[in-house]
């Protein structure tokens, strides 16, 4: 079953929010038009507990964007965002999710961050989402969300990695930094991933 995977699509990482992708709100109606042609849609949300080892606030003396190291693995350091039950962990307003079956929330532990979700960063945790896929009979991933070069990239990543043919739909991505999404995009090429574009995707779906 070709499945549709939203990552991150919250308020926190639209224009306005806490951690803002540039244009990040212009996806939302590509992401929109794609759901119903999937015979599967899943959602996942960054749900940070108050007070996150990740964010800069935290962390006396360092700023926003710093990288440090926390419990042995590099972390870059983020405004307080998408904290869990406030409105900038909310899904975007105009997102539909009717046609979303399961959310998966990620990085709920205080002391790891999350970008995949699949796993936290540390690989301690699994969110639950790849025992779902399998239940669900997935075949194919189709990945869109925010932001392209971080969360979207490292799911796809472990989506490649647990043998699953995967697309990364171009206009439902929007990066943090265009350069990184540029490094990030051709990994993803290299290791097997297909960039397409949503009017592209309709015509392989349903499939």
């Avoid at 189709?142 to 490649?160: H, K, M, P």
Wanted: with cysteine.
């Amino acid at each position: 079953m070709k499945t549709l995977i939203l990552v991150d699509i919250q308020n926190d990482f639209m224009p306005g929010g806490a951690l803002p992708v540039p244009r990040g709100d212009t996806i939302v109606e590509v992401v929109n038009g794609l759901q119903p042609g999937f015979g599967l849609a899943v959602a996942t949300q960054d749900w940070h507990p108050p007070g996150h080892a990740s964010f800069a606030s935290q962390h006396p003396g360092r700023a926003a964007f710093e990288s440090v190291e926390l419990d042995g693995l590099p972390q870059t350091l983020w405004p307080d965002h998408c904290v869990q039950g406030e409105w900038g962990a909310k899904f975007h307003p105009d997102l539909d999710t009717r046609a979303v079956q399961a959310i998966f929330r990620k990085g709920v532990d205080p002391r790891v961050d999350s970008y995949s979700c699949f796993y936290d960063n540390a690989r301690r945790r699994s969110t639950g989402l790849a025992g779902y896929l399998r239940e669900k009979g997935a075949t194919e991933l189709y990945f869109c969300g925010l932001a392209a070069e971080i969360c979207v990239f490292y799911s796809l990543r472990d989506a490649l990695d647990f043998g699953y043919p995967c697309v990364l739909i171009m206009d439902g991505v929007m990066p943090l930094d265009e350069r990184e999404y540029e490094k990030a995009r051709d990994e993803l090429h290299t290791a097997g991933a297909r960039l397409m574009r949503a009017r592209d995707v309709f015509c392989e779906i349903p499939g």
